[in-house]
């Protein structure tokens, strides 16, 4: 039975055991953690779960383990890296979760296969997307544990790191792009109405999940999707309109300063 270790017990990390946990895809018996703040979410999730293994040091999670999970922030990343890198060997397998730093970058400093994951939130609910890259010398049989480990509660895309960044815009930080273009419809509609924030908010909510469900059951595409509504001259077509017209500069930019951000924290992780 392979032993999984995760260093960095914060929001995704524990959104991916807890996933793995409840879909059986590893055992309690499997499951190491290092966190360098014992927080209280440490000591709770160690209650429900006593067979997981806590370790004290990030050294004793690596020496132990035969997947190593590297949950930290982007610019944690290398340090936490370089400090196990000995417990690194060709044998085991390294998945990183941050973004932003690339796989070649974390290949020159250990000899273990690496992986990289985008997660999306949106799996604690059983859904959304996890994007995986493979370096060169990760072996079948460590691509077949890790979709094994993930396809429970996401779709499994394993793409070119190339794409990641793009990738990861329409996957794991597209829940808040929704989020902030719903906030602002509703807000524009309050603005002119009398609705209730919570209706409009109830209302909008339930328009999305109904048209997700309409695109993914009925096979629709979104160009379809938008014929469907908006009739020729009227009003609903008046609003696509608008839409059309304003939203691709925004979407342009928003790729743009998206990538470029990506870039620049690569580029910053070169120079650490
Ligand atoms: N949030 C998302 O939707 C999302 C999606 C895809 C990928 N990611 C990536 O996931 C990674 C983690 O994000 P998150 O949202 O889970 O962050 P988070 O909640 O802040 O968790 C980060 C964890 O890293 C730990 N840590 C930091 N430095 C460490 C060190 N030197 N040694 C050991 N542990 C250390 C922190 O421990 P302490 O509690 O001691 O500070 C904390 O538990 C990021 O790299 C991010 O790019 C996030």
């Known amino acids: 039975m392979k032993k999984i270790g995760f260093i960095g017990y914060g929001s995704m990390s524990s959104m991916l055991v807890s996933k793995m946990l409840q879909h059986q895809?590893?055992?309690?018996?499997?499951?190491?953690?290092?966190?360098?703040?014992?927080?209280?979410?440490?000591?709770?999730?160690?209650?429900?779960?006593p067979a997981v293994t806590l370790t004290s040091t990030a050294d004793e999670l690596a020496a132990?383990?035969?997947?190593?999970?590297?949950?930290?922030k982007p610019f944690?990343?290398?340090?936490?890296?370089?400090?196990?890198?000995?417990?690194?060997?060709?044998?085991?397998?390294?998945?990183?979760?941050?973004?932003?730093?690339?796989?070649e970058q974390l290949a020159r400093l250990i000899s273990a296969p690496v992986s990289k994951l985008m997660p999306s939130v949106t799996s604690e609910v059983d859904a959304g997307v996890s994007l995986v890259v493979h370096h060169e010398q990760v072996t079948e049989q460590q691509k077949e544990a890790l979709t094994q480990m993930l396809e429970a509660f996401s779709l499994v895309k394993v793409i070119h790191e190339q794409d990641l960044d793009a990738a990861t815009n329409l996957t794991g930080s597209s829940p808040a792009y929704f989020s902030a273009i719903c906030e602002t419809f509703v807000e524009a509609t309050l603005s002119k109405s009398q609705l209730r924030a919570t209706d409009a908010y109830e209302m909008v909510l339930e328009a999305l999940l109904g048209t997700a469900q309409l695109l993914k059951q009925k096979q629709m595409t979104f160009a379809e999707t938008i014929d469907r509504v908006a009739t020729k001259g009227g009003i609903t077509e008046e609003?696509?309109?608008?839409?059309?017209?304003?939203?691709?500069?925004?979407?342009?930019?928003?790729?743009?300063?998206?990538l470029d951000k990506y870039t620049a924290f690569q580029k910053q992780v070169d120079m650490q």
């Open 25 to 49: 895809t590893l055992k309690e018996e499997q499951i190491y953690i290092y966190s360098r703040s014992q927080h209280e979410g440490v000591s709770r999730f160690k209650n429900c779960h």
């Open 64 to 72: 132990n383990c035969d997947v190593v999970f590297i949950c930290v």
């Open 239 to 258: 609003g696509v309109n608008i839409l059309q017209a304003h939203l691709p500069p925004a979407f342009d930019e928003l790729v743009t300063r998206t």
């Open 76 to 103: 944690d990343v290398k340090e936490v890296v370089k400090g196990i890198a000995p417990r690194l060997t060709s044998v085991k397998h390294v998945i990183s979760i941050a973004a932003g730093v690339t796989t």
